[in-house]
T-cell receptor
């Protein structure tokens, strides 16, 4: 799997948008960008994934640059409950049961009141 | 509720003992995983099973033996526990025919004294 690099931490104010960056300069053409998060003392939670088009779901938006070397996860209105470690992961699509997730250090998002 | 569940949530034991952690998913998934999160918070794949067949074994000591009695269950048995086995163990499941969104359990915190 291609490696990703994320800043170690960031914070944002409650109610504001949180923009979490991720660099994946060695991403291959068929690799997707996935985002998971881990709230303290809980298991990781899937957020969103994308290939090259921007994606949006009820949790977040994913913006992938045209060259696909970086992406940004956007939480449009961060709440205190969004405080967590966010992991950006790149991996091929549908690798069946060989589909392990390779977690890096992630970025710790702290949402302040 | 549909979910991935693990028992026990906490496990404290002495070195040298044998213990088991149980995992069940009622999501109808055909693939299950065990991940280990150490004290530095790195989350690493240990095993994956697809339809009760071992697919991934990430150079885990053979003191760790996963067992999948059916597609909905993947248990982890650990023999001769060592101090270094202290960690949080997460079970996860997914459908192999999708983009492999993985659903994680709440984790089992194992402490070896």
């Amino acid at each position: 799997d291609a490696k990703t690099t994320q800043p170690p931490s960031m914070d944002c104010a409650e109610g504001r948008a949180a923009n979490l960056p991720c660099n994946h300069s060695t991403i291959s053409g068929n690799e997707y960008v996935y985002w998971y998060r881990q709230i303290h003392s809980q298991g990781p939670q899937y957020i969103i994934h994308g290939l090259k088009n921007n994606e949006t779901n009820e949790m977040a938006s994913l913006i992938i640059t045209e060259d696909r070397k970086s992406s940004t996860l956007i939480l449009p209105h961060a709440t205190l409950r969004d405080t967590a470690v966010y992991y950006c992961i790149v991996r091929p699509p549908y690798t069946g049961a060989n589909s392990k997730l390779t977690f890096g250090k992630g970025i710790t998002l702290s949402v302040r009141p | 509720d549909t979910a991935v569940s693990q028992t026990p949530k906490y496990l404290v034991t002495q070195m040298g003992n044998d213990k088991s952690i149980k995992c069940e998913q009622n999501l109808g998934h055909d693939t299950m995983y065990w991940y280990k999160q150490d004290s530095k918070k790195f989350l690493k794949i240990m095993f994956s099973y697809n339809n009760k067949e071992l697919i991934i074994n990430e150079t885990v000591p053979n003191r760790f033996s996963p067992k999948s009695p059916d597609k909905a269950h993947l248990n982890l048995h650990i023999n001769s526990l060592e101090l270094g086995d202290s960690a949080v163990y997460f079970c996860a499941s997914s459908h192999s025919g999708s983009y492999n969104e993985q659903f994680f359990g709440p984790g089992t915190r194992l402490t070896v004294l």
